[in-house]
């Protein structure tokens, strides 16, 4: 630190030296060189004159009325040197206050600027701890719940933004609130209906999957007629298309089910796994049809897709374990005390959920309480979504209800069992007997 302020301190007087010295000097009077200037210059236009009027180019009385002005313009010229010479010792005054002035200010302006723009701890040689952020943490970055919360806050303020709600909407559905998802989706459907925009396929198609969430995973309820609208404006959209499947299948429409299913299956082709499922999907419903009926609707597909829409039945005969296919084996049967409450058309569904994730069913089976006792596969087949199956989890939820109002969920009155948690790689056969009255 004693270094740097005797440092400061020399080139501060090294400044002094190179000016206050400059602002001491006298003015030197440069007036008695013009005196004589002037002089020499009256003395020979007098000479000029004088020959003037000897050659007679001028008379008398202008050569008197010349002579008086070269005098008095003579006596001007020396008059204003003698004044000026008398302020030179008020400029040398004056330029003593400055040199005495400068010599004070320089100091103190170049401490004041140090203090305000310096670092004393770097002139002390003391190095300055950085703040070091550890590696992978990122302070800036919001959690899903504040983001929420803001994006919420945000359309609260701003209610007929659709672009916001529809963020929001994808949001909901991240976080798995599929009710507040449906219903931000469907303000987005509001606020372009009353703008009179064209209806968006996409989002529609999201709006019905949000739907599709909070019935369990059924397309067969509110979701329907948004996929079968969607279905039209996107005839070739393979999400579509395989909802479309899915809904006629979960309906027990199996033709229909297999008219978008045969659609799909080569549109897919570049998508190994998922072409995979959608062909166990396909004999599934194929075995639920007569042959002949299957004949008909593969004569109905377009030549470039009857060799792609036959390859899923070969496919799907293999051993589930070939191509790595999760399968889980349930046998269900009833409680004898509980079959007065049950009538033969009662619906039964089998199904295995996610212990932890969406609702929807990654398998499901639908049958009847006349078929009791039986036992069921439930596979990566039955996936209603190819993100959605089995061999996806590691722990599932087997359930058995028997539904009185034949639609999927559980509701009050309806019997039921279930397992948990059963795992999907142990290839266990499950036991259920449904003795539980929700």
Same mark, same amino acid.
């Given at each position: 630190?004693?270094?740097?302020?005797?440092?400061?301190?020399?080139?501060?007087?090294?400044?002094?030296?190179?000016?206050?010295?400059?602002?001491?000097?006298?003015?030197?009077?440069?007036?008695?060189?013009?005196?004589?200037?002037?002089?020499?210059?009256?003395?020979?236009?007098?000479?000029?004159?004088?020959?003037?009027?000897?050659?007679?180019?001028?008379?008398?009385?202008?050569?008197?009325?010349?002579?008086?002005?070269?005098?008095?313009?003579?006596?001007?010229?020396?008059?204003?040197?003698?004044?000026?010479?008398?302020?030179?010792?008020?400029?040398?005054?004056?330029?003593?206050?400055?040199?005495?002035?400068?010599?004070?200010?320089?100091?103190?302006?170049?401490?004041?600027?140090?203090?305000?723009?310096?670092?004393?701890?770097?002139?002390?040689?003391?190095?300055?701890?950085?703040?070091?952020?550890?590696?992978?943490?990122?302070?800036?970055?919001?959690?899903?719940?504040?983001?929420?919360?803001?994006?919420?806050?945000?359309?609260?303020?701003?209610?007929?933004?659709?672009?916001?709600?529809?963020?929001?909407?994808?949001?909901?559905?991240?976080?798995?609130?599929?009710?507040?998802?449906?219903?931000?989706?469907? &303000? @987005?459907? !509001? /606020?372009?209906? *009353?703008?009179?925009?064209?209806?968006?396929?996409?989002?529609? #198609?999201?709006? %019905?999957? =949000?739907?599709?969430?909070?019935?369990?995973?059924?397309?067969?309820?509110?979701?329907?007629?948004?996929?079968?609208?969607?279905?039209?404006?996107?005839?070739?959209?393979?999400?579509?298309?395989?909802?479309?499947?899915?809904?006629?299948?979960?309906?027990?429409?199996?033709?229909?089910?297999?008219?978008?299913?045969?659609?799909?299956?080569?549109?897919?082709?570049?998508?190994?796994?998922?072409?995979?499922?959608?062909?166990?999907?396909?004999?599934?419903?194929?075995?639920?049809?007569?042959?002949? &009926? @299957?004949? !008909? /609707?593969?004569? *109905?597909?377009?030549?470039?897709?009857?060799?792609?829409?036959? #390859?899923?039945? %070969?496919? =799907?005969?293999?051993?589930?374990?070939?191509?790595?296919?999760?399968?889980?084996?349930?046998?269900?049967?009833?409680?004898?005390?509980?079959?007065?409450?049950?009538?033969?058309?009662?619906?039964?569904?089998?199904?295995?959920?996610?212990?932890?994730?969406?609702?929807?069913?990654?398998?499901?089976?639908?049958?009847?309480?006349?078929?009791?006792?039986?036992?069921?596969?439930?596979?990566?087949?039955?996936?209603?979504?190819?993100?959605?199956?089995?061999?996806?989890?590691?722990?599932?939820?087997?359930?058995?209800?028997?539904?009185?109002?034949?639609?999927?969920?559980?509701?009050?009155?309806?019997?039921?069992?279930?397992?948990?948690?059963?795992?999907?790689?142990?290839?266990?056969?499950?036991?259920?007997?449904?003795?539980?009255?929700?």
């Amino acid at each position: 630190m004693i270094s740097f302020i005797v440092s400061a301190v020399v080139l501060v007087l090294l400044a002094i030296i190179f000016i206050v010295p400059t602002l001491r000097k006298q003015n030197y009077a440069f007036s008695d060189e013009y005196d004589d200037l002037n002089v020499t210059i009256a003395k020979e236009r007098l000479v000029e004159i004088k020959l003037q009027l000897e050659s007679g180019e001028i008379n008398q009385q202008a050569y008197q009325q010349m002579h008086a002005e070269l005098e008095s313009t003579l006596a001007l010229d020396l008059s204003d040197a003698g004044q000026s010479g008398n302020e030179q010792p008020v400029a040398s005054k004056t330029n003593k206050l400055a040199a005495l002035i400068l010599a004070l200010s320089i100091p103190l302006a170049a401490a004041g600027l140090y203090y305000q723009l310096g670092d004393f701890k770097a002139a002390t040689g003391t190095r300055i701890a950085q703040t070091v952020i550890p590696a992978g943490e990122n302070h800036s970055k919001m959690t899903m719940e504040e983001a929420l919360a803001k994006l919420e806050q945000r359309l609260a303020q701003d209610p007929n933004n659709p672009d916001g709600w529809f963020m929001l909407g994808k949001t909901y559905m991240a976080v798995k609130q599929f009710h507040k998802a449906a219903a931000a989706y469907e &303000k @987005v459907l !509001e /606020l372009e209906s *009353a703008s009179q925009q064209p209806e968006d396929p996409e989002l529609l #198609l999201r709006y %019905a999957d =949000a739907i599709a969430m909070t019935e369990g995973g059924s397309l067969t309820g509110k979701a329907k007629p948004i996929v079968d609208k969607v279905i039209k404006m996107m005839p070739n959209n393979p999400t579509v298309l395989w909802m479309a499947g899915t809904s006629e299948s979960q309906q027990g429409n199996y033709a229909k089910a297999l008219t978008f299913w045969y659609k799909l299956y080569p549109i897919i082709s570049q998508d190994a796994e998922a072409q995979q499922q959608l062909s166990l999907l396909i004999k599934k419903a194929e075995d639920q049809l007569p042959a002949d &009926k @299957v004949a !008909e /609707l593969k004569k *109905a597909v377009p030549t470039q897709m009857q060799q792609s829409a036959a #390859l899923p039945t %070969a496919q =799907a005969m293999a051993p589930a374990g070939d191509d790595g296919a999760a399968q889980i084996m349930v046998s269900v049967e009833l409680d004898p005390s509980l079959k007065d409450r049950v009538s033969p058309g009662d619906t039964l569904f089998i199904f295995a959920k996610a212990m932890q994730g969406p609702p929807m069913p990654l398998a499901a089976v639908k049958k009847t309480v006349a078929d009791l006792p039986i036992t069921v596969s439930l596979s990566d087949a039955m996936a209603m979504m190819p993100q959605m199956k089995l061999s996806s989890f590691e722990q599932v939820k087997i359930s058995a209800v028997i539904s009185k109002s034949g639609q999927p969920g559980t509701q009050p009155g309806d019997l039921f069992a279930e397992k948990s948690p059963v795992n999907v790689k142990a290839q266990e056969k499950i036991k259920l007997i449904i003795n539980q009255i929700k």
